[in-house]
């Protein structure tokens, strides 16, 4: 199999999570809960446009997350091809990592290092679990599976490896995911003519983004699922 056709299926994966991020993200929940000390009024007025934040906040980012998650995973596929270590590719892989460059500055030096860790073989699994496809005959995602792997194996790869946030759970309260909103810049119209009078606010989002994702990961992985029965179903006859 090609190494395209293995980003390409990965990409598909990743596109239809993010899609659904999109759709799970809550808004409202994320201003409220994210927003420390002054900027209650800024959250009032961006709650009165949700959608614009979404289009114009949580979409960009999420955006920018599908960016970081597929240059990591061309790193980690270069890890699957070589005959080295996973720590030879170790500061590349992290470099992309949203989870790990969003580490709370005030985490001690152990759990930081424990939670890079954490991470970083949750990675060397996903390239090991990759590493059998890029060697299949086959251009397609799926027929390559379908030829290196039998259906509980093509499972396992679909419920162990494509679950983005399963290293992170235990450490949520280590991690800020935050971004600047401008209500100016959000809001458009009246909102750039107050954005003189309405300070710009950290919103910092993590417990939302993690849900969202989690419930995102957990759809497609159903689908995949559902693709996967439908395709062993249709190979191995009546």
Excluded: C
């Excluded at 960016?67 to 596929?77: H, M, N, S």
């Excluded at 790990?100 to 424990?114: K, M, T």
């Excluded at 290196?148 to 991690?175: G, H, I, N, S």
């Amino acid at each position: 199999m090609t190494r395209a056709a293995v980003e390409a299926g990965f990409e598909r994966f990743v596109e239809d999570a993010m899609d659904a991020a999109l759709e799970h993200f809550n808004v409202a929940r994320a201003l409220r809960r994210g927003v420390d000390g002054p900027g209650a009024s800024v959250v009032d007025r961006l709650l009165g446009d949700t959608r614009a934040v979404r289009r114009r906040v949580v979409e960009p980012r999420l955006q920018r997350y599908r960016r970081q998650v597929l240059a990591q995973f061309d790193v980690i596929l270069e890890y699957a091809e070589s005959d080295e270590g996973i720590d030879a590719f170790r500061d590349e892989i992290l470099e992309h990592d949203i989870f790990a460059q969003s580490i709370r500055s005030d985490v001690p030096r152990a759990r930081r290092q424990e939670i890079r860790d954490r991470l970083l073989e949750r990675h060397r699994a996903l390239g090991d679990a990759a590493a059998p496809l890029l060697d299949a005959p086959d251009d397609d995602f799926w027929a390559a599976a379908e030829a290196t792997l039998d259906r509980p194996e093509a499972k396992r790869l679909v419920e162990e490896q494509f679950v983005l946030t399963r290293p992170v759970r235990e450490y949520t309260d280590d991690l800020a995911i935050s971004t600047t909103i401008d209500p100016g810049e959000v809001l458009g119209g009246l909102g750039r003519v107050l954005g003189g009078r309405l300070p710009s606010i950290e919103v910092t989002y993590t417990e939302e983004a993690i849900r969202a994702l989690r419930r995102a990961e957990r759809e497609v992985v159903a689908d995949a699922i559902d693709e996967i029965d439908r395709r062993f179903e249709a190979s191995e006859g009546p």
